[in-house]
């Protein structure tokens, strides 16, 4: 269920299954790095999804799951906690270029 405020600050679809703060940054986040993003949703039509599941940048897929941010790349991952998003975005972003290279 979205809400009025969250429908009138969404710019793109994807904010309006977003439900933390922490989304929503990383959500920018990712659309500096790039504008094809994907993402799952948690079910395959659209009027019943309530939630993203995962992201999919090139060949990167980042997962927001029990309050960690997982960065997969191949055989290559990387976990962070999720209270980097708000503490040190930098540090976020970083890492993610880092799983790009």
């Known amino acids: 269920m979205t ?3 969250t429908l009138q600050e969404a710019k793109e679809l994807p ?3 977003m439900k933390s703060k922490e989304e929503i940054t990383f959500w920018r986040m990712l659309r500096r790095l790039s504008d ?3 993402f799952d949703l948690d079910d395959r039509y659209l009027d019943k ?11 990167i897929v980042i ?7 997982v960065i997969t790349k191949g055989d290559k991952s990387k976990t962070l906690p999720m209270d980097d ?3 040190q ?3 976020v972003f970083k890492e ?5 290279d």
């Open 3 to 5: 809400t009025l405020n």
């Open 15 to 17: 904010e309006l299954f």
């Open 36 to 38: 094809r993003i994907r």
């Open 49 to 59: 999804a309530s939630k993203i599941e995962a992201y999919r940048m090139k060949d």
């Open 63 to 69: 997962k927001l799951a029990d309050h960690q941010l």
């Open 85 to 87: 998003l708000l503490k």
């Open 89 to 91: 975005p930098s540090m």
């Open 96 to 100: 993610i270029l880092r799983m790009m």
